[in-house]
Nanobody
Framework: QVQLVDSGGGLVQPGGSLRLSCAVSGSSFSAYVMGWYRQAPGKQRELVAGITIRSTTYYADSVKGRFTISRDNAKNAVYLQMNNLKPEDTAVYYC?????????WGQGTQVTVSS
């Protein structure tokens, strides 16, 4: 059974930084495409960033140049470094892992950007 545990959210002022972490249990982590999604109140869940099994990365236009996704296959973990945070980045952030047509989700971690 694959389990994903998100952590690292919190309250930060505009312009600040946070680093989200996602710990993945189970085997064959390196075979998963990993991603971070977010959902703001009243909005649909959206893709923020993704990283392939070859560590190719891709980002939503709204976060390019500010967010960086990375993975550590030795630690079964994926990270999202978020810099220059803006109030519109406020949302619940979810880690997702995909393999063989199956998707697995973390429980979500709240990020609030406010002065």
């Amino acid at each position: 059974q694959v389990q994903l545990v998100d952590s690292g959210g919190g309250l930060v002022q505009p312009g600040g930084s946070l680093r989200l972490s996602c710990a993945v249990s189970g085997s064959s982590f390196s075979a998963y495409v990993m991603g971070w999604y977010r959902q703001a109140p009243g909005k649909q869940r959206e893709l923020v960033a993704g990283i392939t099994i070859r560590s190719t990365t891709y980002y939503a236009d709204s976060v390019k140049g500010r967010f960086t996704i990375s993975r550590d296959n030795a630690k079964n973990a994926v990270y999202l470094q978020m810099n220059n945070l803006k109030p519109e980045d406020t949302a619940v952030y979810y880690c997702q892992g995909s393999r063989d047509g199956a998707n697995y989700w973390g429980q979500g971690t709240q990020v609030t950007v406010s002065s």
